[in-house]
């Protein structure tokens, strides 16, 4: 099966609520999520918390409108899950709390910002595509916090300071091309 096919057949399986696809889903997925909310003050029942609510995101998307995934399943999801816990990390830092209060959640509000940011993040991709190969692969390591004269080195340039020109024009670059997109205002 080739990673094509294991995309679709793992988005048809969210879809269709097949069992075995969604039992595979939460065995390849899962752990990976596990790993990235524990390493951010997370617990076991967070993270399933966070990949629950990001196949329910995801399949209601679906049934809103019609999408397709850029990368991976794997990616898209994985990327949603990420959102959703730092989404979740930054309302429990500015909580106050009070146990005489009882919190209201809105679950369609937060599915209403996670389709955003899903959006958001697809039209970053294809935009990234639009850049030249140069500009993506200092845009990669920028995005790894690679330090700039081990990109220096790596590419052949001179210096990391000329890194750090070029990846400033390639992010203007990026940010000129999403912003000329009519789906940006959209997205804001």
């Not at 057949?9 to 969210?14: C, E, I, R």
């Not at 001179?158 to 000129?176: A, D, P, Y």
């Amino acid at each position: 099966m080739t990673n094509s096919e294991k995309d679709d057949y793992l988005l048809n399986s969210l879809i269709n609520k097949d069992e075995k696809g969604i039992a595979e889903i939460y065995k390849l997925i899962f752990p990976k999520v596990l790993g990235f909310v524990r390493k951010n003050n997370g617990e076991l029942q967070d993270a399933k918390d966070v990949f629950q609510k990001a196949l329910l995101q995801i399949t209601a998307r679906i049934t809103v409108k019609e999408f397709t995934i850029n990368s991976t399943f794997e990616g898209y999801l994985f990327t949603a899950c990420k959102n959703l816990w730092k989404r979740a990390l930054n309302k429990k830092k500015n909580r106050v709390t009070n146990p005489q209060v009882m919190e209201l959640v809105n679950e369609e509000h937060d599915l209403g910002l996670a389709t955003v940011e899903l959006e958001r993040w697809d039209l970053f991709r294809e935009k990234l595509q639009e850049l030249t190969e140069n500009c993506r692969t200092l845009l990669g390591y920028a995005f790894q916090k690679k330090p700039y004269e081990e990109i220096a080195l790596e590419l052949g340039y001179n210096t990391g300071n000329v890194v750090r020109q070029r990846i400033f024009k390639c992010k203007k670059r990026l940010t000129e091309i999403i912003q000329r997109d009519k789906r940006f205002k959209k997205l804001n």
